[in-house]
């Protein structure tokens, strides 16, 4: 796990404890398993548990986390401490009280290693997100630093192209592209021409 995992490449099979705000329990989370269910996978890496900017963007992912699902996608999101430290976050915090997709916890920073995110002068992950295809391939990657939130209605859109291009691996997705407008079919006619396929 000690080379860090760049877009394009297949991510090593690994596993996580997590809490599960759905049940209230414990659980894994298993890159293997969600392979293996044709899921998508989304990495939420996010610096602490009880801080100030990660209940903000873990509750603004809650708000899209329905439509991921939507789209085969499982969320986790993950940070350095531990699976009893997020239960209780998740009781205290009320930014928190609608977020039901799986807590990771990565306390020896070894996830956090593999996709690059973890600070080794603070024992934390920077603000990290991640896609993988269900053929585990790394498709997404977009890390921010600590005072900077993400906006999930972006992550959102990024899933929905990426979801879109695997049944249609000849077309690619321009700037903003939302689901009903027009795509790219790269070709020699479209060198130079990208205004004229857009508007026409």
Avoid at 96 to 101: C, G, M, R
Avoid at 130 to 138: A, H, N, Q, R, T
Avoid at 189 to 197: D, F, M, S
Wanted: charged share 25%; proline share 6%.
């Amino acid at each position: 796990m000690s080379e860090i995992i760049l877009v394009g490449q297949e991510v090593p099979e690994f596993e996580m404890e997590t809490y599960e705000p759905e049940t209230g329990k414990f659980g894994t989370f298993s890159l293997k398993k969600a392979k293996e269910e044709g899921k998508w996978t989304i990495l939420f890496f996010y610096p602490a548990d009880f801080t100030f900017v990660c209940p903000t963007e873990l509750a603004d992912l809650a708000e899209v986390y329905p439509q991921l699902k939507e789209l085969g996608a499982e969320v986790v999101s993950v940070s350095t401490d531990t699976k009893f430290v997020h239960l209780a976050w998740h009781k205290d915090e009320k930014l928190l009280e609608n977020v039901k997709y799986p807590m990771g916890a990565d306390p020896t920073g070894a996830v956090s290693r593999m996709f690059g995110v973890y600070d080794e002068n603070t024992g934390l992950a920077l603000r990290g997100t991640f896609i993988i295809s269900p053929e585990g391939k790394l498709v997404g990657s977009e890390v921010n630093f600590y005072n900077v939130g993400r906006n999930a209605d972006e992550l959102l859109r990024k899933m929905k192209a990426n979801a879109y291009l695997i049944g249609h691996p000849e077309e690619a997705c321009p700037a903003k592209w939302e689901p009903g407008k027009k795509t790219l079919k790269p070709s020699e006619e479209l060198v130079g021409h990208v205004y004229e396929a857009l508007n026409e």
